[in-house]
């Protein structure tokens, strides 16, 4: 019952979302949208930003955790391709001036993701100052570089894409790999 309530009120703030700005969405319009009780809505969600969390953690999260063996480069296509499949929302949460949302979202997928690249890190607490600011940097870039295709109204060219993220992973090796790369030249 509980995601099926969810699920009402975030349909709900994507139909508000195509009419106004969420700036101008209150949570009584959401709920009256929803055709449910205010104090409903305070039961699932803190505020209408939370509830775009949620939607977030729907439509990227729980698909990017269902193989987390998966090598980065395709994770980091899989995630490029969730984001266009809902291009439009993403661009209006963007455009409303909370990229915020979906950045720090991101953040908390990608960062975990960059330390095992980079360092073979399974705890982000344990690495050193120097590689945790390594791994945020690199992560916040690849970040920005997602918001900027989402964000764009041209359409993706898939292989630029690709190939621009490859060339990107490329550079980024684990540390281990650059330690040989580097003895070998």
């Known amino acids: 019952m509980c995601s099926n309530t969810k699920q009402k009120i975030a349909r709900a703030l994507r139909q508000l979302m195509c ?47 269902e193989d987390p063996e998966m090598d980065f480069e395709e994770w980091c296509l899989r995630l490029i391709r969730l984001m266009e499949e809902d291009r439009s929302f993403y661009r209006r ?8 949302i979906v950045k720090d979202f991101c953040e908390g997928l990608v960062r975990p993701r960059m330390a095992r690249r980079l360092f073979q890190a399974e705890d982000l607490q344990q690495l050193p100052r120097q590689q945790s600011f390594v791994v945020d940097f690199c992560s916040r870039a690849l970040i920005s570089y997602f918001m900027e295709l989402c964000s764009s109204r041209k359409e993706l060219d898939w292989d630029e894409v690709h190939s621009c993220l490859h060339s990107l992973l490329d550079v980024l090796r684990p540390a281990d790999a650059v330690c040989l790369h580097a003895q070998a030249g």
């Open 19 to 65: 009419e106004r700005p969420l700036s101008k969405i209150t949570v009584q319009d959401l709920m009256e949208r929803a055709q449910m009780k205010r104090q409903s809505f305070y039961y699932h969600f803190q505020d209408i930003y939370d509830v775009l969390g949620w939607m977030c953690e729907q439509q990227l999260g729980a698909p990017l955790r």
């Open 93 to 100: 949460v963007f455009l409303a001036g909370n990229p915020e």
